[in-house]
């Protein structure tokens, strides 16, 4: 029962593009979301979040979107850089719950 | 004021023995959590610590996974008889706690358990 769906196990863009990172989710009752980037050898990183009373959410380049009828999120990065390169987890939190849901990830990969 | 840290970093066991993976959390955090990511899966939740009681323990996946924290501080997650699909690298993380939404975790570099 995979809750928080990343259905791009990856993704290239071009240095200066815009990446776009998809995340959809199955449960209603989940009340927060977060972006985590990860490099390899280290461990998740947390990026931006998003509460789920928020329609928009903006952090210098990284923007997260969130369309809660759409059980949709997204993450923006613009100009994308070399260093953005890594795989990203997009997680959830649930109402009374302590645990974070997390998706499969998208590997992103920024070309020079 | 070193972030969380994980030992070993690497372990290799043979199929049935035990092993022990040590997490110590940010100082001052009450929240620890252990996580897990199989090869080309997402992180998937084992177990959390508030303090040093465990209120959720639903992802540890059998009886062979056992986890402890003492002093609201250092954590130890214990797999007996293991098997070859306990290979994975184990992520412990913590947080301030309290249980608020925006609680943000924060993770070790993990254990790269593989069982041979």
């Known amino acids: 029962d995979q809750q928080v769906k990343q259905n791009s196990p990856s993704l290239s863009v071009q240095e200066g593009r815009i990446s776009i990172l998809n995340c959809d989710y199955t449960?209603?009752?989940?009340?927060?979301f977060l972006w985590y980037k990860k490099y390899p050898a280290e461990g998740p990183t947390f990026l931006i979040s998003?509460?789920?009373?928020?329609d928009k959410n903006e952090d210098g380049r990284f923007t997260v979107f969130l369309n809660k009828s759409a059980k949709h999120l997204s993450l923006h990065i613009v100009p994308s850089q070399p260093g953005d390169s890594a795989v990203y987890f997009c997680?959830?939190?649930?109402?009374?719950?302590?645990?974070?849901?997390f998706g499969q990830g998208t590997r992103l990969t920024i070309n020079p | 004021g070193a972030g969380v840290s994980q030992s070993p970093s690497n372990k290799v066991t043979e199929k049935g023995k035990d092993v022990e993976l040590r997490c110590d959390p940010i100082?001052?955090?009450?929240?620890l959590y252990w996580y897990r990511q199989s090869l080309g899966q997402g992180l998937e939740f084992l177990i959390y610590?508030?303090?040093?009681?465990?209120?959720?323990k639903s992802g540890l996946p059998s009886d062979r996974f056992s986890a402890e924290r003492t002093g609201g501080s250092v954590s130890t997650l214990t797999i007996q008889r293991t098997q070859q699909e306990d290979s994975a690298v184990y992520l412990c993380?913590?947080?301030?706690?309290?249980?608020?939404?925006?609680?943000?975790?924060?993770f070790g570099p993990g254990t790269r358990l593989t069982v041979t």
């Open positions: 993380a913590s947080s301030i706690g309290g249980g608020l939404a925006g609680d943000e975790q924060y």
């Open positions: 100082s001052g955090h009450t929240a």
């Open positions: 998003i509460s789920s009373i928020k």
């Open positions: 449960n209603s009752m989940f009340d927060y």
């Open positions: 997680a959830a939190h649930r109402l009374g719950a302590q645990k974070l849901v």
């Open positions: 610590f508030q303090g040093n009681s465990a209120p959720d």
